[in-house]
T-cell receptor
């Protein structure tokens, strides 16, 4: 069966510090991968998605970047965090084939920027 | 632009008191509508996918229905363990990838 992992589970960082969040998927190959952010009291906002190694698409301009160094690994980064980067970050995956496959979410990372 | 609006924002029910949550959407050519359940501090858990108007799906005390403009999540005789935030999302495609546009969610509380 497929499993998605995210770490760390929680993170408190000062403004201006760098960020690296990791997401890995087990039990599948060539997944489509997604990063979402959920701000307090708001819905999920799609940040980045990837259909393959090294292929990253950004949905909104922002202070963050994403990379996919391996087939089942997706990384969210920032060089300098802003207060507005605080939120709950979720990674999700679907199978690469088929356009109506369900997105399955990871457990999330709670990021607080102080 | 695709939009998803959920109502109410919050709903408090007594155990056994049935109700419905609403998800209204505007999308050019619906390809799918998803319902998820999210517990505090956790990732969303998939519940249902609906693809066409008139479709219905059930799981335990939950039933999801779909019309051309909205979807309902009916909760029959809920229990305290049904307390969670329920999210709906519409499916669209862009640049070879499936993308979900989410509503704000309905926070459901079931009192014993």
């Amino acid at each position: 069966s497929q499993t998605i992992h995210q770490w760390p589970a929680t993170l408190v960082q000062p403004v201006g510090s760098p960020l690296s969040l990791e997401c890995t998927v087990e039990g599948t190959s060539n997944p489509n991968l997604y990063w979402y952010r959920q701000a307090a009291g708001r819905g999920l906002q799609l940040l980045f998605y990837s259909v393959g190694i090294g292929q990253i698409s950004s949905e909104v301009p922002q202070n963050l970047s994403a990379s996919r160094p391996q087939d089942r690994q997706f990384i969210l980064s920032s060089k300098k965090l802003l207060l507005s980067d605080s939120g709950f970050y979720l990674c999700a995956w679907t199978w690469g084939s088929g356009y109506t496959d369900t997105q399955y979410f990871g457990p999330g990372t709670r990021l607080t920027v102080l | 632009e695709d939009q998803v609006t959920q109502s109410p924002e919050a709903l408090r029910l007594q155990e056994g008191e049935s109700s419905s949550l609403n998800c209204s959407y505007t999308v050019s050519g619906l390809r799918g509508l998803f319902w998820y359940r999210q517990d505090p501090g956790k990732g969303p858990e998939f519940l249902f996918t609906l693809y066409s108007a008139g479709e219905e799906k059930e799981k335990e005390r939950l039933k999801a229905t779909l019309t051309k403009k909205e979807s309902f999540l009916h909760i029959t005789a809920p229990k305290p363990e049904d307390s969670a935030t329920y999210l709906c999302a519409v499916l669209r495609f862009s640049q070879g990838a499936q993308k979900l546009v989410f509503g704000q969610g309905t926070r459901l509380t079931i009192n014993p």
